[in-house]
Structure formats: C-alpha cells, structure tokens
C-alpha cells in the first residue's frame, strides 16, 4: 500500500431526477422552489458512497444552461444566445455550494464545479462578440468572479473544459489563466475525451491538476509518458459512458496503472465525467466501486 | 399600448373569442369557483348568475373556473355546470393532483362536455397517466402555464414553452400538440414579490409576439401574497381587481381574476380599461374592435 493523501473525488454532475410535478405543487402552494432536496440527495450519495470530495451534483442545469442563465448578456433558447457584454452578475452555484457545506462533515471536501470558458463560448450562439476570442475572455473574466466568490467555500475549484479535445486554440493558456491566476485554493481542468495529440499543451496550463477520461481512453497513459511533468494527476477510474459497473479488482488494476505512469503526482481519483447521464443506482455503484478501490491502493 | 408584428391566433369556443390583436377583442374573464369542502351550490348558482349577467351587459366575455380538489365532487360539479351555465357555453376546469386530473377527463368524456373545456392546466409536472389520457378524451382548449423554476424571466417563460427547461422530453408547446390540443392558451404564471412578479406581466407581449397566441395570467395571485397590503384594510381588495387592468394594458388576452363573487367589480373595470386599449388600437394602429366589444355596447 502507498500510504499518502490521494483522494477520491467527482468530476461534476450526478443524476438526479427533478420531478416536474414536486415543483409545480410548490409553484401552486405559493411557495418558494427550492431545489435542496436534490442538492441534498446528490451529496448524500456522494457522501454514503465514501467519496471525499464531493460537488453539489449540478443537478439544476445541463452545465451550459447552468452558467449562462445567470450571466447577464446570455439568453437561454434551444441553445444560449450571447446578445450582449457576458457580466457577471453574482453567485451562480455559490448558494449550491454553501448547501453542500452545511450537509457535509468537517473533514469532507468540496469541488466547485466552473464549466470552461472555451466550451461555454462554442456551446452558445455569439450574436454579440462576433470574435470567438473577445467572447471566450468574456465568460472567463465572469468566470473567475465566480471562481473568487466560490473559493471561500470550496477546497478546490475544477473547470470542465470538454471542448479542449476537439480543439484547442491558441488562447486556451490565456482564458484558463484569467480564472485561475490569484485564486487562493487549487485549480483543476478536467478535459474528457481524447486528449492524446494535445498533452504538451495540457501540461502547460496555468492549473494545479489536470483531470481525464483514463478509464475509457486508457491510451492516455502512454500519451503523458512522453510529456512528463510536475502536474497533479486525477485519475478518471469508472466510465461515466458505461451502465456497467467495473470490478474494484479491475479499477484496482487501472490505479496501480496511473501509479506506475504517474507515481507521486497522482492526487485523486474520480469518475472519468460527470455521471448525468447514467442511471442513479449505477452512478452511486461506480462511485462505491472507486471508493473502495482508492483505499485499497492508496488507503482510507 | 402594444401590436404585434406576428400574426395573432384567435381561437373561438362557444360565443367567446380568445386571442387576437390588443384592443380587437375584449379580454376573457375567469372567474374563479372555489368549493372549500362540500360544494354549496346554491350560493355558487348565485355567483355563476352575476357573472354571466354582468358579462352580458357589459359585453365582456366571461367563463367559469372550476376547481375541483376531490374525486367524489367531479360529478356533482359537472351536474351542476350543465344545468347551470348555457349550453355551448366554455369553462374551465382547475385540478392541481395529476390523478384527479385524470379522472376528471374521462368524467369530462362521459358527460360530452370535452367541447366545452378549458384544460387548467399543461404544465411541467404533466405526468404520462395525463398524457395517456388526454390523447383518449381531449379537451377543445387548454392553458398552459409557462412555470420555469430554473427562470423567472420572460425568456425563461419562452424556454419552458419551447424545449420545457429540461425538466419534460419536449417543450410545453410540442407536448400540446402531440395530445391533439389545438387551441392553447398560455398563463404566463404570477409568482409571489420578490420573485420577479413583474416578470408575469412583461411576458405577455414577449410571449404574444413570439408565438402569437393568447396570453395571459392569474396576476391578482401576487396581490393576495403582499401582505403587507394588509395593513391598510380594504385597500388590499380594490388593489386585488385592479391588478387584472394590467393583463389590458400589456396586450394580453385573458386574465384569471379570482373569486368568483369579484365579478361584479372586476367585468365592468376591465370592459373599461378594454375600450381605453381599443379606443387607442383603433386610432394608431387600425385594430376595429370586435361586433361584440364593449366599445360597441357603451358607444354604439
């Protein structure tokens, strides 16, 4: 056993099913809708599962909706529109994550969960900016209010930037920067998918730990052998593509895998993404799984 | 004063006309018919009379909501709305629990009253037993409400009609359609202050330009939940039937105004706030009014 402080951790989202009909009763009682009892199932699964460091589940939004509805200059259609200046315009998952903070133990951590500036910006129709630059420095410079807002809750503040692996522009150092540089408390960029062609660049970026889809593209490993580096590593151990639930012997597996590409520089092991899309009682299974797996390799 | 640039729907049930441009045709007046327990019919006869008679000299068109909070009441109110409300003469009914809402669909089928129906409502929570059965016993018309608990804005309105806020497969809109509904109406729903309650009435004509049917909300539901009107006696009643003048004035077409027994304020106050909206539509805009408008009533 490597005895040393690896924690297990979420990337984002976890499934939760928001019935309609529970918030239209609240809408005809006259009462405020109150979506804590989500938050509050998310943890309590994150939780029961054994994992460490947990996130508010993002269980109010897809993450692109999540973060343009409460950006001023954003307006929610099938997809967003950018109409205007992206302003920030206060907390959007702090509340969220205070909640998180009173559901949880002392010695539990939370991750507040950004989704990136650059896949923010590609996910949205700019009617606005007309200049994919200027409108991706824009959701960045929101972004980093709401990194500074969230870090006196949170231990580690993660952004999801999924669009990295389909492409990667020349600004992506820059717009990661403006959301991380003064930032008191750790920065991790979770990009999923096939990262292989971009690890180089993935090893420059202005962040403490980089966060990736190992369990499904296992050829990642081989990818960073040829780019070493001083980055934290977060290992995605179950896939979050796959209603099967892996063996803890197989994510053991995997983990002393990461020990021998990565050794000390592995510093959490979470899902490969976040868990929206499978079914409850698989994603809280996976987490389990990883859980146990975590401690047999690295400890409780 | 508004007109609309899209072309406006004008749907008739029985004699009444929703829809249409501002000023065109007067607006539809719910009133609304509470039974608390045991349903007293004799003094609702009373009521249900004053309306239609109101309605009647004033020219404003106005149709029973009823609401039915009990599976053993749903027939004896049916029984009681045809002997007492004109044959061809639109209703509608108002049932919050989603299996309740059920049966008294298929009472609703059994009685041929379904011509005549006002569906109260489609909503996010609308559950698959209701839409089974709307598809089998489908109602002439129904309201939608346009709840978004994800946005209280007019745009977070026009997302719930269009894709349901992710929280239904489909938009409100599309959901209507697939059941058969071709006549909708959409409640823009009043939220409580401090909840962007304005937000109900400024979606009117967001709403009305966008799609070009017939809006309108229950507005009078904000005035009942500012307590502090409380404080100043009957001021908190005058302000309740006034506050459906604001349904005319933001272009809309119908308004829930409340009890039922407010009729005999409430009719002749929005027949002149109508005539004051037709009376400008005509001169800047050339919208006649209706044959049946109380325009032509007063100053034939």
């Given amino acids: 056993m490597t005895a040393r402080c690896v924690t297990s951790s979420v990337v984002g989202s976890y499934p939760i099913v928001v019935p309609g009909s529970e918030l239209m009763a609240q809408y005809f009682a ?28 993002q269980t109010r939004d897809p993450f692109i909706q999540l973060f343009t509805r409460r950006l001023g200059g ?46 923010l910006m590609k996910s949205c129709i700019d ?44 600004y992506a150092e820059e717009a990661i920067g403006v959301i991380s540089e003064g930032l008191s408390c750790p920065m991790r960029l979770h990009v999923c998918g096939d990262v292989s062609r971009i690890v180089h660049r993935l090893v420059g970026m202005p962040v403490d730990v980089l966060s990736h889809e190992f369990k499904a593209s296992p050829k990642l490993f081989d990818a960073y052998l040829q780019y070493p580096s001083e980055m934290g590593m977060c290992i995605g151990s179950v ?29 959490q092991v979470a899902p490969d993404c976040g868990q929206r899309m499978l079914p409850r009682e698989v994603a809280f299974a996976k987490l389990r799984c990883l ?9 409780g | 004063m508004f007109s609309f640039t899209k072309p406006q729907h004008a749907f008739e049930l029985g004699s009444i006309t929703f829809g249409g441009q501002p000023g065109e045709h007067p607006t539809v007046l719910f009133g609304g018919l509470f039974f608390k327990g ?10 249900l009379a004053a309306m239609l008679k109101i309605g009647e000299e004033t020219g404003m068109p106005v149709v029973p909501d009823l609401f039915i909070r009990k599976e053993e009441y749903i027939d004896p109110i049916l029984s009681f709305l045809e002997q007492h409300l004109p044959e061809a003469h639109p209703f509608s009914v108002d049932i919050i629990e989603p299996s309740l809402k059920v049966k008294v669909l298929e009472s609703l089928h059994d009685h041929d009253l379904l011509a005549r129906t006002i569906y109260n409502s489609l909503h996010i929570g609308v559950t698959a037993p209701e839409r089974e059965t709307l598809k089998r016993c489908t109602p002439a018309m129904a309201l939608i409400v346009a709840f978004n608990p994800k946005d209280a804005s ?5 997302e719930v009609l269009e894709n349901g806020a992710h929280l239904l497969d489909r938009g409100l809109l599309a959901v209507a359609s697939s059941l058969g509904i071709e006549k909708i109406l959409v409640d823009t729903a009043a939220l409580a202050p401090g909840e962007n309650s304005g937000a109900a009435l400024a979606s009117l004509p967001v709403v009305k330009e966008e799609y070009g049917l017939p809006v309108g909300c229950a507005i009078h539901n904000v005035v009942e939940k500012s307590k502090w009107l409380s404080r100043y006696g009957s001021v908190k009643a005058t302000v309740d039937v006034a506050s459906n003048a604001g349904v005319a004035l933001f272009g809309g077409d119908f308004a829930l105004f409340g009890p039922i027994e407010h009729a005999p304020v409430v009719v002749p106050l929005m027949a002149w706030f109508d005539m004051v909206v037709s009376e400008y539509a005509e001169a800047y805009f050339g919208v006649c009014p209706s044959e049946r408008h109380p325009r032509r009533v007063f100053y034939p």
């Fill in chain 1, 127 to 170: 009617l606005f900016y007309h200049d994919e630059r200027a409108c991706c420095l824009g959701f960045a410079e929101a972004l980093r209010q709401e990194a500074a807002a969230l870090s006196w809750f949170v231990d580690e503040v993660s952004i999801d930037e999924p669009w990295f692996a389909n492409e990667l522009p020349a």
């Fill in chain 1, 30 to 57: 006259g009462e405020n809708v109150s979506w804590y009892p989500y938050i509050t199932d998310a943890v309590g699964d994150m939780t029961e599962a054994g994992i460490e460091v947990v996130s508010d589940g």
């Fill in chain 2, 38 to 47: 045991v349903p007293d019919f004799k003094t609702a006869s009373t009521h």
């Fill in chain 1, 239 to 267: 896939r979050s593509d796959d209603v099967r639930v892996e063996s803890v012997e197989e994510v053991v597996a995997h983990l002393r895998r990461a020990e021998e590409v990565f050794g000390r520089r592995v510093v």
């Fill in chain 2, 154 to 158: 007019p745009d977070g309105r026009i």
């Fill in chain 1, 291 to 299: 859980q146990q797996a975590k401690e047999v390799v690295y400890g």
């Fill in chain 1, 74 to 119: 954003c307006r929610v259609r099938a997809r967003t529109e950018v109409v205007g200046p992206i302003v920030y315009r206060g907390g959007i998952t702090v509340d969220d994550v205070q909640v998180v903070r009173r559901l949880v133990s002392p010695s539990t951590k939370i991750v507040g969960v950004l989704s990136g500036p650059f896949t």
